[in-house]
């Protein structure tokens, strides 16, 4: 059963969470409102807090931290998603933990995990190409929330804070081809084909930030 209907539309039905997501919940939703009224969202699209990024709607990107392996660790594992993104799926936690402790370590590049009232559902990664150049990848690993607009809020989110705060000129991606769904919402963003490869799997994109 979905959880959330269309943007602004209340949700009648019960509400299935355990008490802990839905405290998480309420702790959001309080730590937003007290964000519109200290800084709002009538400036401007994006909200940037010290810890929280947030656009309009109030979706928000976080740094990830040590607890967040759980998500990692079921999304690495997943075929489907593999097959959407790396395709390469890898079962040995070990070789997944070692994976997630270089995010935690690295420096350069920028991990965040996509929340929706409070409730994590993916994460999105600005990875260092060159000077003001980053190169970003997103997965929505949550499927209940595929097709209903939150990987492009949250890839309009990261241009934003890399732009904002990074000093961003260019972001680039590659994408399978046959994912469909990522390609429409990379164009969504303002992204365009720059190769297009028929014996690679991948295409790539770019936005240039002015």
Known sequence: MALYKQKGEQNEQADSRSPLAQASGEQHLQETQQLRQVIGCTSGRFVFSRCFYYNENMLRIRKI??????????????????????????????????????????????????????????????????????????????????????????????????????????????VRRENLRAIRAYEKCGFELTEDNPKSPFIKMERKIS
Request: hydrophobic share 40%; aromatic share 14%; charged share 25%.
């Open 65 to 174: 931290k040590s607890s967040d392996w759980q998500y990692f660790c079921k999304w690495w594992k997943d075929e489907d998603l593999a097959k959407l993104t790396s395709g390469v799926s890898e079962s040995s936690e070990q070789v997944l933990r070692g994976y997630f402790k270089d995010m935690l370590k690295n420096s350069q590049n920028y991990y965040f995990m996509v929340e929706v009232d409070g409730q994590v559902i993916g994460n999105v990664s600005l990875v260092f190409e060159a000077e003001n150049v980053f190169e970003i990848q997103i997965v929505i690993g949550e499927k209940e929330f595929w097709e209903q607009g939150y990987g492009t809020e949250a890839i309009l989110l990261s241009v934003e804070f890399a732009k904002t705060k990074l000093n961003a000129k260019k972001i680039i991606l590659k």
